[in-house]
């Protein structure tokens, strides 16, 4: 990286100050008319209405970045160019700028998208929980799917298609039920793995597999803060003259990690938040670059025009925006709001769309896509919307809502208006947060004093959906420490 060019780069200090520079969170989006690069004119939209928004027996190729914030890529607004490959396609493709995930880690969050129900219903929600559901009694322990419920990968190979994943394992382990329907579920065992493994195994697949009609789950934690990039770091983004005291290491995330949970705060200085952001852009713009060679290497093969590609990712990650690093223990924005891009076979203009949506609504929206024909037991299970609609130019912003329950330290509840209100319920002890992201997108001050009736009528909201997918939250069902799926995190559970 020569200076002229890191001289061009933004500084990341902390998100108060890199918000300036990205339009993330409900309230920036909201007043963004448009992305650079994607004003849309009489001609772009006169060609996006004639797309036929039916592609039976196309391909589908659905790609998670894992732990990608939405505030660090470019197609989003982030000026550090880390992510040329992703923003190419969402100025091609459809670009969900205010997409909230359902919980702020991956195994919750991704399970969502290969069931299209709630993590309190498919269960994959805790390392350390007994659920208790009406009638049906089921320890939660990662390693079984509500019986009952059929996965996209399950509806897909019924209609025909050939169903291959490639993984980087850990959350998205084939042993958590995740393999569920697919011919053939890579994940390296006892890793964080990256794209480095996962694509290699997967272009294998596809040669194999290219004359079917096939999905395919591509998925890599390049970007993780478990995962490291082969040969260390280059520290190309990081500025001259950082004292180094930290690497970069795994390790040193990790021990960041705990000590934000256990003081709920980590102590950093300025240049050491900005030096993590740093690394993790290295780490972004690494990715972006082997995810631009899968594309040659798919587009060599003939398949691009035959071929619905969705970029998404299950979460973001916390860099201090509230004092802490790492993931799953909160649901602010920097942890839910996440890209999502659609791509359909042929289409060569893009479209921003700034309606608030919900990751439930992408399992409906690829069979939409599709036009396959569903099983009525997934039919009847899926929570979500198909966003066809939109694709269309229909408006189809929603109230969303997410959870997380986090090993032993939290339980957390949350809802945000299409019109930018948002709640955050805590269960072990009552305590609410309420922001208005119009006003303060950043999450700083909470309003549940000053606005008692809008807290409350969110908090009924709440608990009512969750009753409504029979979790009630009145009810004393969540039981922690009995079921720990990683020993390193067990923190003094017994495992059974």
Do not use: C
Not at 3 to 12: G, P, Y
Not at 379 to 403: C, I, M, N, T, W
Not at 408 to 431: N, V
């Amino acid at each position: 990286m020569n200076e002229k060019q890191n001289e061009q780069d933004v500084k990341l200090i902390n998100r108060r100050e890199f918000i300036k520079y990205a339009a993330v969170g409900a309230g920036a989006v909201a007043a963004t008319v448009a992305m650079p690069g994607f004003m849309m004119g009489n001609a772009e939209a006169a060609y996006l209405s004639k797309l036929p928004m039916k592609y039976k027996d196309y391909n589908v190729v659905f790609v998670s970045f894992d732990a990608l914030q939405a505030a660090h890529v470019g197609a989003l607004g982030y000026q550090r160019n880390v992510t040329p490959t992703i923003d190419a396609m969402a100025k091609k493709g459809f670009n969900f700028t205010n997409t909230i995930s359902v919980a702020s880690w991956t195994v919750p969050a991704s399970m969502t998208w290969f069931t299209g129900v709630y993590p309190s219903e498919h269960r994959l929600t805790n390392k350390f929980s007994v659920f208790n559901p009406p009638n049906n009694n089921v320890l939660s322990n990662l390693k079984k799917l509500s019986p009952e419920l059929v996965t996209l990968a399950e509806v897909l190979k019924q209609n025909g298609y050939a169903t291959g994943g490639f993984t980087g394992n850990a959350g998205v382990s084939g042993g958590f039920g995740y393999s569920q329907g697919f011919d053939e579920y890579f994940f390296e065992k006892g890793k964080f793995g990256s794209m480095g493994v996962s694509i290699p195994k997967g272009l294998e697949w596809l040669r194999k597999n290219k004359d079917k009609k096939f999905f395919m789950f591509l998925h890599g934690y390049d970007m993780h803060g478990q995962n490291e990039p082969e040969g260390g770091f280059d520290y190309r983004f990081v500025e001259k003259g950082y004292d180094k005291k930290y690497t970069g290491t795994p390790k040193e995330q990790e021990a960041l990690r705990e000590e934000g949970l256990a003081n709920g705060k980590t102590e950093l200085r300025d240049a050491d938040v900005q030096f993590w952001r740093a690394i993790y852009d290295e780490k972004i713009q690494r990715t972006d670059a082997r995810f631009k060679k899968f594309l040659e290497e798919y587009e060599q093969m003939g398949l691009m025009d035959k071929t619905i590609f969705v970029l998404t990712s299950d979460h973001g990650t916390e860099f201090h925006e509230h004092r802490r690093f790492d993931h799953g223990f909160s649901l602010y924005d920097e942890l839910i709001h996440v890209p999502l891009i659609i791509k359909l076979p042929k289409q060569k203009t893009g479209k921003v769309i700034k309606d608030q949506i919900s990751s439930i609504d992408v399992m409906p929206t690829v069979l939409d896509l599709l036009d396959v024909k569903m099983p009525e037991n997934a039919a009847k299970q899926l929570r979500g919307a198909s966003l066809v609609s939109g694709l269309k130019g229909k408006p189809v912003a929603k109230d969303v809502f997410f959870e997380t329950d986090y090993r032993q330290y939290t339980y957390k509840r949350g809802i945000q208006t299409k019109d930018g209100w948002k709640l955050i319920y805590t269960l072990e002890d009552k305590s609410r947060e309420l922001y208005n992201l119009k006003k303060d997108p950043h999450e700083t001050k909470n309003l549940v004093d000053q606005e008692p009736r809008k807290a409350y009528e969110l908090e009924q909201r709440i608990f009512a959906h969750f009753k409504a997918i029979g979790h009630d939250l009145n009810a004393k069902q969540w039981i922690p420490g009995l079921n720990p799926v990683y020993d390193s995190q067990a923190k003094g559970a017994q495992k059974k």
